[in-house]
């Protein structure tokens, strides 16, 4: 048994990368890959340089189809059961990147449905509301509005239903069961809520009538939902969904990732300065018990929760990273100073973010869409013709 999990609704443990990747069957994204990304968008983001984004599924294809003039879009998705944390948006920095890189479409996908089936201390308005709520900072990330699509699932659920049903006949109990872990005690909506997971990866072959190529970006944790995809879709006459696939985000103390269920180990978009000094005061590090014998015998970047948010978010030049990372290890740099350092540039991220999050309420109309069914006026104008 591995001393680790990762399913879309549990990642606990010290995760190996390498294990999942062949469990998982997907592949890791190798030299020759990043070689091919960057003859095309002429440079390389640091999430792909340091395998912060490690593997995918069918991405050359992808890159295949797009150099012989066939794009692609981009869909990707947020289950809003709360506020949303720096692990969230580390996918959505990389698929915006993406965005502008290719100059295509990003299909982003509220998932009100599934956080309101699959977490039992939540009502079904908090869910859609949260929706609403977490768009926001979906939209202050910067996506462009011609090219984005945001929809709450409960908005768009007729649409999605539609294809969900053909999806649905097309996957058994058991393999739910096989899959996700799923057991007698699920509700039904549980088990069927996959398959409107499994939509937007056609959405755009829908609308166009011919098959388009879809790439998701997101955490390794979403995989087995897009293994589904993969396996259903080609069934129906669509393409298999390509994906990119990023490791997770630590949480702020020892072990597992950033979970918006442990305060404390996440830092929300949300939090003001006071809020993130205290939790990065209290983060887990590679120190020694005191500075004198940090002094003496360094400290040890590599278990620190410190160092990766600096590697993975936080100080994405290497120059820099590499300073930070010998004088720690050397004892030249205490973990006051790297954590006062850290501090200062996620309250400098926040306050940017925060800003553009205020200025989205005004212009959320330009991301959004829903189906709008009146059924009292489809009724009444329903009797003026009888
Ligand atoms: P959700 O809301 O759990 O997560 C949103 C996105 O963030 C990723 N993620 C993380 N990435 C890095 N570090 C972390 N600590 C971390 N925690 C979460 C997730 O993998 C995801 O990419 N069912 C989905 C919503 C969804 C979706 C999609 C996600 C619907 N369609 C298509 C990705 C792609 C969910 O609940 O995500």
Known sequence: MPDFIVTPWEVSG??????????????????????????????????????????HRDFKWILDEYRKGNP??????????????????????????????FNVELWFQLTDDEKFLFNQSLSYEEAYNYSYDNALDIIALGFDPKKTFIFSDIDLAGTLYRSALKIAKKITYSTIKATFGLDNS????????????TVPAIIKSLIEGKNIPCLIPHAVDQDPHFRLSRDVLPKLGYFKPASIQCIFLPSLQQGGKMSASIENTAIFTTDNPEEVKKKVN????????????????????????????????????????????????????????????????INKFLKVHQEKREKAKDILDQYLIKEKIDLKKIISDKLKKV
């Open 14 to 55: 010290e995760i190996d990368y390498e294990q999942l990747i062949k469990e998982f069957g997907i592949e890791p994204i190798d030299e020759k890959l990043l070689f091919y990304i960057k003859e095309i968008t002429k440079e390389i983001h640091p999430f792909l340089t340091r395998k912060i984004f490690f593997a």
């Open 72 to 101: 692609f879009y981009l869909y990707t998705g947020r289950g809003p059961s709360g506020n949303v944390h720096l692990g969230h948006v580390m996918p959505w920095i990389f698929t915006k990147w993406i965005q502008d890189k």
């Open 282 to 345: 209290t983060a887990f590090t590679g120190g020694q018990a005191n500075a004198k014998l940090q002094r003496e015998l360094g400290g040890n970047p590599s278990i620190c929760s410190v160092f990766k948010y600096h590697f993975m978010l936080f100080t994405l030049d290497d120059n820099e990273l590499k300073t930070i990372e010998s004088r720690c290890i050397a004892g030249d740099l205490l973990c006051g100073e790297c954590k006062n350092n850290l501090i200062q540039k």
């Open 186 to 197: 699920a509700n039904v909506g549980q088990i069927f809520y996959t398959s409107i997971q």
